[in-house]
């Protein structure tokens, strides 16, 4: 074993020195761990191995002298270790390793020893021969177990003295090695039984690296353990909540906003880390400058003004933030740490840890598609594309040049035709300035250049149908074609890194049907009723002896044209059943709203205890019912076998299905309001029940009616018994005795 190797050289007489050594030993001093750490830092910084060979014999002489000082086979350490750097020599390394341990002889209380031993058995880890490293890890024999057991060593002997350990993590999780994340994790673990294991900076370090590693359970341990020491520590609010919102527990939040309220310069410094990845660059000068309650005020305002499309709440935005940033830290590290551009990049760097993928994640989630192409002489390559409502999809190119620079995001993929081989070869490199110049990347014929542009292009057309233009629209057409996809993609770099999204959606879906119908009325004002029908196939049934409760979380978000928030619902509903509700079954749910007059959009999250789904943005309209002019409310279709009524007044109960489908033979149940009238008002209504892809009634019906109430209500029953089967579309009118008319319709559908 590596360990073993590094130590034979001295372990005879390290054992005679360690017996002849006194029983209570001094610990070492604050100044002469100062000077091992000047001697440590000096030969950092030098790369002359003859001088270093040179200052080696010499050291090697005084301790010849004076073989039971233990600061001198520690310098000796540290200059063997810093050759052994340099050349990768294994005999420096064990010279090291043997210097260090007859340290830790001479001096067990001397933290240093163990911790320059720990250092330089891990350096020689990390070069050792993978084929042996694999062979003794076969064997039992894991080379980095040593290292880290020296690490922990180095905190047990003097708990004052954590920065060893400490240091092990900071370079673990920077370095990403899965090798250096286990020792550390191992030393950190052996460590916690030591009184080193209680200090605060110990328990932080622990956190985050059992986090790294992915034990999101024993990182909230060593953070709660902080916590439980002083609950205002605002660096261990904030790894907390990282921790929790990363692994998807919404509950990191309220320690999320504490910590930020409670931040000294230093913990706000890692807010704003976290924060500039999607704030602009004024809100973050902004939040940089407010202080205590001011920059929780401003960081409510950013997460509760995102996605003005969606009904999930700033609370899951916030935790949706940093699930993006555990994704793009696991998938998409930028390697090395320096970002490199060239001329075809339109932006500056912003230094983040992460390459352009993961710049784009953070800010957009998931892509709705993307592709990528594997072709002889193109580097690697991946396009992303964001659906987006208005049309203006977002398309990002990312190709890696070569593994030292990581993936990058380009204009055009004409651009990533131009880092081939082909375009290499044929003095193409450069498609932006030729097309600058007037000349047009080929894209047609058989040359070497066009076709690896034409292979690029056929493996892009699912993303936008510019690509299989560019395909077809021949040397005519290549110019222009070319021209507007390098606008698209420049125009995407512009939004894309200027602008967030934040889709809502659920991991398992849920099959429901919900409708939002602005009907009904009360002494508080206009409502919408908004109904819910979840198949029984849908539901989780939890084991009970008695009545089965489902509970039901529902969303609902309604927004004006400007898009403002005008009415929203967040509620959480416990469904009783007296027996498990069957697949061919049907949980049936509703609530009103008031929601004032006036043209809205409404969306509406439905939540069990596993699945989701959030309907698409459906426009609603709330009549004025209490106003002068006659106009109608929504219509509520019902049926007696669909249980799902409620009452409209004292004397009279509407019914409501939101599934639209209708049995043949059953009566449907229709309640709508008219407005504008008052008792005493006669008017004259229209029911028309129309097929669907047909113009000329089935079924109409006239009434003349008047109004028992302002608005009046209207109860009808509408015989489907002459329709057969199929969709159909009721539409309603009313019209006052001065001519003026108001319709509404709603389709349906009829079955057995």
């Known amino acids: 074993m590596i360990a073993a190797v590094g130590r034979a050289r001295c372990i005879v007489l390290c054992v005679v020195l360690a017996a002849a050594a006194p029983g209570t030993m001094p610990a070492q001093t604050a100044a002469g761990r100062d000077a091992i750490f000047r001697l440590r830092d000096s030969l950092a910084r030098t790369h002359d191995t003859t001088s270093l060979l040179a200052l080696e014999m010499h050291t090697i002489d ?70 042996l490293r694999g062979l003794f890890a076969a064997l039992g024999h894991d080379i980095f177990i040593a290292p880290a057991h020296d690490f922990a060593q180095s905190a047990a002997v003097d708990s004052s003295f954590t920065y060893g350990i400490v240091q092990l993590g900071d370079e673990a999780m920077r370095s990403g090695m899965p090798a250096h994340l286990t020792t550390a994790i191992l030393a950190l673990r052996e460590a916690a039984v030591s009184a080193a294991g209680h200090q605060p900076d110990v328990l932080l370090q622990r956190g985050r690296v059992e986090r790294e590693v992915g034990d999101i359970d024993s990182a909230i ?62 809100l973050l000068r902004a939040f940089d400058a407010a202080r205590s309650q001011e920059r929780v005020t401003i960081a409510h305002r950013f997460w509760d003004s995102r996605d003005l499309e969606a009904v999930n709440s700033s609370a899951e935005r916030l935790k949706e933030h940093y699930r993006r940033i555990e994704y793009s830290h696991r998938n998409y590290p930028l390697l090395p740490r320096t970002h490199r551009y060239d001329s075809v990049k339109a932006f500056d760097p912003t230094g983040s840890l992460f390459d352009d993928r993961g710049r784009i994640y953070v800010r957009h989630g998931e892509p709705d598609d993307r592709s990528t192409y594997s072709m002889s002489g193109i580097p690697p390559n991946e396009s992303w594309v964001y659906r987006r409502p208005n049309g203006t999809d977002m398309l990002f190119n990312f190709a890696q040049p070569d593994s030292a620079q990581g993936w990058r995001l380009y204009e055009s993929l004409l651009d990533i035709v131009a880092l081939g081989a082909a375009a290499q070869h044929t003095g193409q490199g450069n498609v932006r300035g030729m097309l600058e110049g007037g000349t047009a990347l080929a894209t047609f014929g058989a040359g070497w250049t066009a076709q690896a542009a034409q292979e690029l292009l056929h493996s892009r057309t699912n993303l936008s149908p510019i690509y299989a233009k560019m395909l077809s ?75 089965v409760i489902y509970p039901i979380r529902m969303r609902v978000s309604l927004r004006n044209p400007a898009g403002d928030v005008v009415a929203s619902l967040d509620t959480l509903r416990q469904f009783g059943a007296s027996a498990p509700i069957p697949e061919t079954g049907t949980l049936l749910g509703r609530v009103p709203m008031h929601v004032p007059p006036g043209n809205y959009t409404a969306r509406v999250a439905l939540e069990t205890a596993s699945r989701g789904m959030i309907t698409k943005p459906q426009p609603v309209h709330v009549a004025s019912v209490k106003g002068s002019a006659i106009e109608l409310s929504d219509l509520a279709l019902g049926a007696r076998t669909v249980p799902l009524p409620w009452r409209v007044d004292a004397s009279d109960t509407a019914w409501i299905n939101p599934m639209h489908l209708f049995r043949q033979h059953e009566p449907m149940q229709l309640f709508f309001e008219v407005g504008g009238v008052t008792a005493g008002t006669a008017y004259h209504g229209e029911l028309a029940v129309i097929r669907a892809g047909q113009s000329t009634p089935q079924l109409q019906v006239g009434f003349n009616a008047v109004a028992t109430g302002t608005p009046d209500k209207v109860h009808r029953e509408i015989d489907l018994g002459r329709l057969g089967r199929g969709s159909y579309l009721l539409r309603v009118t009313v019209s006052a005795t001065n001519g003026a008319k108001s319709v509404r319709q709603r389709e349906f559908t009829v079955g057995n």
């Open 473 to 547: 629209g021949g040397p005519a057409a290549a110019k222009a074609l070319q021209t507007s996809e390098r606008a698209a993609g420049r125009n995407s770099l512009k939004v894309g890194l200027q602008t967030d999204s934040w889709k809502f959606g659920y991991e398992l879906p849920l099959a429901a049907n919900v409708d939002v119908v602005a009907v009904g009325s009360d002494a508080a004002g206009t409502q919408v009723q908004v109904v819910f029908a979840i198949p029984g196939g849908s539901l989780y049934a939890p084991p009970s002896n008695g009545i």
């Open 62 to 131: 005084s301790a010849r002298k004076n073989r039971d000082d233990a600061l001198l086979h520690m310098r000796l350490g540290f200059v063997g270790m810093r050759l052994a750097e340099l050349t990768s020599s294994p005999g420096h390394f064990r010279d090291a390793e043997g210097e260090f341990e007859w340290a830790t002889q001479l001096q067990p209380r001397w933290p240093l020893g163990w911790y320059g031993l720990g250092t330089a058995e891990l350096l020689e880890a990390d070069v050792f021969p993978t084929g």
């Open 221 to 282: 341990v060593a953070f709660q353990s902080l916590l439980d020491r002083n609950r205002s520590d605002a660096l261990a609010l904030l790894e907390m909540a990282r921790t929790r919102l990363s692994a998807g527990r919404i509950g990191g939040t309220d320690q999320w906003y504490l910590g930020l309220s409670l931040a000294d310069s230093a913990t706000a410094a890692l807010y704003h880390l976290d924060m500039k990845l999607v704030m602009s660059d004024s």
